[in-house]
């Protein structure tokens, strides 16, 4: 995967409007905002996005599930387009090492964009919204799925070039958002005036929105050939931090930002004071890793090339988030931990 260069988030969020940073909040030293511990919590491994044959996939659902358990994955949501699979008619696949969560890919569109938002812990189908804008139509599927108490997160927004950042940030009462899938046709990296999908975050973080990234599969093709051009599975997954395999548990975990995002490497702890984070790379092979330190506009702040990257405070930041890229090019995503100097604002 490729990225894009400092200067763009910047232009991006200067589009916007200012940064998330208050005249108050200026004139202070940041420190890190320290997320609650869990006593008890693990890694659990998962994937949101995943579609079968009850939409547009090739495999079964029991065998889809199936793929994922065998491959060691903790949980896993079935995201079929506006349907409702009930994890309970597949409940001999589940036990104490895995766990299926309802969801569905609410989907809908406005003109010739596609709006498609996944909805992790629903008990029903939600029927998918219309509107007469593109906001209204985003915005009244994010509300459909709030509703239910369930958790959205916003899918793909490059494919077809259709959720633009501006619409992006305009959205309230969301905090999730793709910024990898493993699809062939979904433009992750973005192209010609349209910013990729990490440089649409940096811009939506600094100008005071709060999200948090995932990385899916978007799984459709689990037969034939696994090859760049199909949308296979065990492209992309999160690791969430939790206590143990519940559904209610693990959204909502999802939801406060308690996960990495990844494509390959794998991170064994997260700590965080209130002047440092680091972290602990577990190494594949002779694999080796760079990992870098990222802050509002998408400026690189620190690089370090270890297996326990670390970064201490300089005092101006509002938020670091984290970058790690192996040598083949596979990348993990660390949720932005954000600092006293970050304020959210309200879109309008």
């Known amino acids: 995967m490729t990225f894009l260069p400092f200067p763009r988030a910047l232009a991006l969020a200067l589009a916007l409007g200012?940064?998330?940073?208050?005249?108050?909040?200026?004139?202070?030293?940041?420190?890190?905002?320290?997320?609650d511990a869990s006593p008890g919590a693990r890694w659990l491994k998962g994937n949101t996005h995943t579609h079968t044959t009850n939409s547009d996939g090739d495999t079964a659902p029991e065998a889809v599930a199936r793929w994922y358990k065998s491959r060691k994955y903790d949980f896993l949501v079935l995201s079929d387009h506006n349907v409702f699979t009930d994890p309970a008619t597949l409940a001999s696949l589940m036990d104490s090492t895995f766990l299926l969560i309802a969801g569905e890919e609410v989907t809908t569109g406005f003109q010739k964009a596609a709006v498609h938002v996944n909805a992790l812990g629903v008990t029903r189908v939600i029927a998918a919204p219309r509107d007469s804008t593109l906001l209204g139509t985003v915005q009244k599927t994010v509300d459909a799925i709030r509703a239910e108490r369930a958790v959205p997160h916003i899918n793909h927004p490059n494919l077809l070039w259709s959720i633009d950042t501006a619409t992006l940030f305009r959205v309230k009462n969301d905090r999730l958002l793709e910024i990898f899938n493993g699809h062939p046709i979904v433009h992750n990296v973005g192209g010609g005036d349209w910013p990729g999908m990490e440089d649409a975050w940096d811009a939506l973080l600094t100008r005071g929105k709060?999200?948090?990234?995932?990385?899916?599969?978007?799984?459709?093709h689990f037969q034939g050939e696994?090859?760049?051009?199909r949308a296979n599975p065990g492209r992309g997954w999160v690791v969430v931090r939790a206590r143990s395999r519940d559904?209610?548990?693990?959204?909502?975990?999802?939801?406060?930002g308690h996960f990495y995002a990844s494509t390959g490497p794998v991170i064994t702890d997260i700590a965080v004071s209130e002047s440092a984070l680091s972290l602990t790379i577990s190494r594949t092979g002779d694999?080796?890793?760079?990992?870098?330190?990222?802050?509002?506009?998408?400026?690189?702040?620190a690089t370090d090339k270890t297996l326990s990257p670390s970064y201490r405070l300089r005092g101006t930041e509002s938020y670091v988030r984290v970058r790690?890229?192996?040598?083949?090019?596979?990348?993990?995503?660390?949720?932005?931990?954000?600092?006293?100097?970050y304020r959210e604002r309200a879109a309008p």
Not at 210 to 220: E, F, R
Not at 226 to 229: D, G, L, R, V, Y
Not at 247 to 256: F, G, M, N, S, Y
């Open 18 to 35: 200012a940064a998330g940073l208050s005249r108050n909040a200026a004139a202070q030293h940041a420190r890190f905002l320290v997320p």
């Open 210 to 220: 709060k999200l948090y990234g995932i990385a899916v599969d978007d799984a459709h």
């Open 226 to 229: 696994f090859e760049k051009s």
């Open 247 to 256: 559904a209610r548990e693990i959204v909502t975990a999802l939801d406060e």
């Open 287 to 301: 694999f080796k890793y760079t990992t870098q330190f990222v802050g509002a506009n998408g400026e690189i702040l």
């Open 324 to 341: 790690v890229v192996d040598s083949s090019g596979a990348t993990a995503w660390i949720q932005p931990v954000f600092t006293t100097r």
